[in-house]
Nanobody, 127 residues
Framework: QLQLVESGGGSVQSGESLTLSCAAS????????IGWFRQGPGIGKDLVGV?????SAGRTYYADSVKGRFTISGDNTLHLDSLKPEETAVYYC???????????????????????WGQGTQVTVSS
């Protein structure tokens, strides 16, 4: 199993930026993709796809709400620019290898089926 550890979260004001990292270790064979999801505050919130990368296909996918502001790189780093208060959430990176045959736009819109997740990193955006 692939082990994932997120870092880089923190508290910022609206309009500021953060860079999140997702360090991978363990079983890295067939490790060709990663997905970034977030879960808002409160009880019972769903994981929502934010940005994903398929390294084998050389393609990325971004949720409409973050296009032009968030950027995912080949080392799994997620750059979050011009942050908004409604984007306060715990951000997770996950291994979608069980969905590897799907295009990136598909596995970035379903949280179920991921092989493993990191512990999450908190992002808080104040107005």
């Amino acid at each position: 199993q692939l082990q994932l550890v997120e870092s880089g979260g923190g508290s910022v004001q609206s309009g500021e930026s953060l860079t999140l990292s997702c360090a991978a270790s363990g079983f890295t064979l067939d490790y060709y993709a990663i997905g970034w999801f977030r879960q808002g505050p409160g009880i019972g919130k769903d994981l929502v796809g934010v940005a994903c990368i398929s390294k084998s296909a050389g393609r990325t996918y971004y949720a409409d709400s973050v296009k032009g502001r968030f950027t995912i790189s080949g080392d799994n780093t997620l750059h979050l620019d011009s942050l908004k208060p409604e984007e306060t959430a715990v951000y997770y990176c996950g291994d979608p290898r069980r969905r590897a045959r799907m295009p990136v736009e598909n596995f970035c819109q379903m949280a179920r089926g991921y092989d493993s997740w990191g512990q999450g990193t908190q992002v808080t955006v104040s107005s």
